[in-house]
Structures are given as structure tokens and as C-alpha cells.
């Protein structure tokens, strides 16, 4: 992750350039799941949180269902994705498709 000298230079930087930096940062996580880590748990809701905070929930829910999927034992994940597809105002139950 960022040092503790990336993330005072990012509270210095104009709105604009901080957003771009995050955006890149969790466009950053999005690949390395897709293409390296597909398995990782953890990485797919830490990938959720960061959509939700950036106001993005259609990618938030893929990225919790791509959790419950790499968890499905996982109550976590499964929570999260049931959380996001209620929020969604999806009708179908957590784990189907």
C-alpha cells in the first residue's frame, strides 16, 4: 500500500488529482484480481468497500459476488454480496445468478 509520505502528499493535492490517484490505485487492485489473484477472498471485498466508497455500486455488487464465488464458505463475502444485492434491489437470492 501507500507509504506514510504517498498519503501526505495526497492530502496536499488539489480534489481533482486525489480522485484520479484513487481511481488509479483501485483500477490498480481490479486488474491484479482479474488477472492474478481471481481467488482472493479478501482483495475482492477490500475491491467492494473501495467501489462503495467511490459511490459505484453496480461494480461494488460484481465485486462482492466475485468474493461470495471465490469464498462461498465465507460468511464475510456471502453477507456482503447479500447486502449489495438487496441494496441493488435485486430480487434473487445471494449466490445465484
Given amino acids: 500500500g501507500p507509504s506514510t509520505e504517498d498519503m501526505q502528499a495526497a492530502a496536499q493535492m488539489p480534489e481533482g ?11 490498480g487492485l481490479a486488474e491484479r ?6 481467488d482472493n477472498v479478501d482483495g475482492w471485498l477490500k475491491l467492494g468497500r ?8 453496480k461494480d461494488q455488487l460484481i465485486a462482492f459476488g466475485r468474493a461470495a ?24 437470492q445471494a449466490g445465484r445468478k
Fill in 17 to 27: 488529482d486525489r480522485t484520479a490517484m484513487i481511481e488509479n490505485m483501485v483500477a
Fill in 33 to 38: 484480481l482479474n488477472t492474478q489473484e481471481p
Fill in 50 to 57: 473501495a467501489y462503495g466508497v467511490l459511490g459505484r455500486p
Fill in 69 to 92: 464465488t471465490a469464498g462461498p464458505v465465507r460468511i464475510d463475502a456471502l453477507t456482503a454480496y447479500a447486502d449489495a444485492l438487496e441494496a441493488a434491489g435485486e430480487s434473487q
